[in-house]
T-cell receptor
Framework: KQEVTQIPAALSVPEGENLVLNCSFT??????LQWFRQDPGKGLTSLLL?????REQTSGRLNASLDKSSGRSTLYIAASQPGDSATYLC????????????FGPGTSLSVIP | DAGITQSPRHKVTETGTPVTLRCHQT?????MYWYRQDPGHGLRLIHY???????DKGEVSDGYSVSRSKTEDFLLTLESATSSQTSVYFC???????????FGPGTRLLVL
């Protein structure tokens, strides 16, 4: 059974710092991996989607990498800003059914001005 | 933002009463999903739909039923609500399998 974990559970950094969020999954047979952002009391917003054949994706100050063989993905946030404060979740879509999305528990990020 | 609305946004009900949550989309996407989000469990899939009248169970489907009679509407029903179904419920849509899912704003349900 696929399991997704995220480390750390919470992170507090000063504004301007570069940071890395980690996501691990137990079954490497994934179709793709997605990173989402969730603000308090709100729904999820998709940040980046990495297909299983890709190694990384970039969007602005965000860069996500994927290493299927080791079951790991990282989300790199450059020059963090207070507006980046949110919970970041990673999710994998299983490679067989393509229907089941398995979410990690999330990392709660706080960027201090 | 994808056109997804959920109603109601907040609901308080009593144990044993039926509850129906509605997800409405204006994107004409084929796939629709219902998740629940709970502290310590993250987001878990309840049911999903891959077309009108085509639905399947997710990870935590017990106690829930769904219906999709039109492309734009996906209903989640709790036949007899229990306190364990207190949660935040999210609807999501996607045009194709395995592509980015777009989430609604969520419904907060409290079962007393």
């Amino acid at each position: 059974k696929q399991e997704v974990t995220q480390i750390p559970a919470a992170l507090s950094v000063p504004e301007g710092e570069n940071l890395v969020l980690n996501c691990s999954f137990t079954d490497s047979a994934i179709y793709n991996l997605q990173w989402f952002r969730q603000d308090p009391g709100k729904g999820l917003t998709s940040l980046l989607l990495i297909q299983s054949s890709q190694r990384e994706q970039t969007s602005g100050r965000l860069n996500a990498s994927l290493d299927k063989s080791s079951g790991r993905s990282t989300l790199y946030i450059a020059a963090s800003q207070p507006g980046d404060s949110a919970t970041y979740l990673c999710a994998v879509i299983e490679g067989t059914s393509y229907d089941k999305v398995i979410f990690g528990p999330g990392t709660s990020l706080s960027v201090i001005p | 933002d994808a056109g997804i609305t959920q109603s109601p946004r907040h609901k308080v009900t009593e144990t044993g009463t039926p509850v129906t949550l509605r997800c409405h989309q204006t994107e004409n996407h084929r796939y629709m999903y219902w998740y629940r989000q709970d502290p310590g469990h993250g987001l878990r899939l309840i049911h999903y739909s891959y077309g009108v009248k085509d639905t399947d169970k997710g990870e935590v489907s017990d106690g829930y039923s769904v219906s999709r009679s039109k492309t734009e509407d996906f209903l989640l029903t709790l036949e007899s609500a229990t306190s364990s179904q207190t949660s935040v419920y999210f609807c999501a849509i996607t045009p194709f399998k395995g592509e980015t899912q777009y989430f609604g704003p969520g419904t907060r349900l409290l079962v007393l």
